[in-house]
């Protein structure tokens, strides 16, 4: 072979060469990139979910220095100071904040509305203390078959039922747990409840609350658990359909909501002591022991929602949490979530 041969072997050869180690550096260029920028994102999800956690932590603290002897939406688990009150930048901080080049805020959604702060357990129904005409009501407010009601009932009922041999015999066999709802989404195991029919209840319904007799706040309760708890409190005695409970509970959100019919607001009339059912529904004066029973101005059981994003990179992560609330206590962690 001749020199000039030879040296355009060598040429090509390390052309080759050259162009296979380019591609490698360009294959491990672009891979410490993409796992520099998965570092960068996993950093900035950690740094964002320890906002929201901040979040979490000011309202936890906001709970814990509650003097209120009533919970309502304006004030719910917490006191606002006057200057607060006085002055809506200050009382916006009191659920926001910026820290370590992000944002967090706590909130939570009331209708098409976004309200800032917590919100209680007792705004809805404990599907592990609710009778079950109170189901039953529930059930018929959204259209739905009521004897499911005898089925939650059954389920949450220690001792045997008449529907054990039912889950056994199931495909995918289970028992009927006879025990307290531990989550929302173990509704879905109870015999005649499908997707359908939870995603109707679940916004209106909690496996959170004292264990005793259900109580809900009239300060928070939305029209529609409202109007379910008349619906089931006037049924000794004359029952009232959906259409009539709706117009009743309308005026109980009227009158909660002071002035400037608007509720949530620094203006609301709160009930704080003895619930007077009658003066606001007069109609109704025979039920209304039946249904005060029900109801009550103080919760105990609070929902966090809170959100932490960072600036720059716009990635955001959530908590939420369940806490109670006893005076002079530390407020107690009875569920928390991380998305």
């Known amino acids: 072979m001749t020199s000039e041969k030879r040296r355009g072997t060598i040429l090509i050869t390390s052309l080759w060469i050259l ?4 591609i490698l550096a360009v294959g491990i260029g672009l891979r410490v990139s993409i796992e520099a920028r998965l570092a960068k994102n996993n950093m900035d999800r950690l ?24 919970d309502s939406l304006y ?15 200050k009382l916006k901080s009191v659920f926001a904040g910026r820290l370590g080049g992000g944002v967090f805020s706590t909130g939570y959604k009331m209708g098409n ?10 705004r809805k129904i404990n599907i592990n203390t609710a009778p079950r005409v109170m189901l039953e009501s529930l059930l018929g407010y959204v259209g739905e078959d009521q004897a499911i009601a005898a089925y939650i009932v059954e389920w949450r009922s220690p001792g045997v039922g008449l529907n054990d041999g039912y889950y056994e015999s199931l495909p995918a066999p289970y028992k009927c747990k006879h025990e307290r709802f531990s989550s929302l989404e173990e509704l879905m195991l109870v015999k005649g409840i499908d ?14 609350g004292n264990s005793g007799n259900l109580t809900v706040n009239i300060n928070t309760a939305p029209k529609a658990i409202l109007s379910i708890i008349l619906m089931s409190g006037a049924s000794i005695n004359r029952p009232i359909d959906k259409t009539a409970s709706d117009i009743l509970a309308d005026r109980i959100v009227m009158f909660r909501s002071g002035p400037d019919r608007e509720s949530g607001t620094k203006d609301d ?15 109704l004066s025979t039920q209304a022991a039946e249904i ?5 101005t103080k919760s105990s059981y609070f929902r966090i929602e809170s959100e932490g994003t960072l600036d720059k990179s716009k990635i955001g992560r959530s908590v939420v949490c369940i806490v109670t ?3 002079g206590k530390t407020p107690t962690l009875k569920s928390y979530r991380e998305y």
């Open 47 to 70: 740094k964002s979910l320890y906002l929201a956690k901040a979040g979490a932590t000011q309202a936890i603290y906001r709970l814990s220095k509650s003097t209120n002897p009533y």
């Open 195 to 208: 997707q359908k029919i939870f995603d109707k209840i679940k916004d209106h319904i909690t496996v959170f």
């Open 113 to 122: 509305k976004t309200c800032p702060g917590m919100s209680d357990e007792e």
């Open 292 to 296: 005060k029973k029900y109801f009550t």
């Open 19 to 22: 162009s296979i180690l380019a």
């Open 269 to 283: 009339v709160n009930f704080t002591g003895d619930i007077s059912i009658e003066a606001i529904l007069p109609e």
């Open 75 to 89: 004030e719910c688990g917490v006191t606002f100071s006057y200057e607060e009150k006085s002055n809506e930048d």
């Open 325 to 327: 609330k006893e005076q």
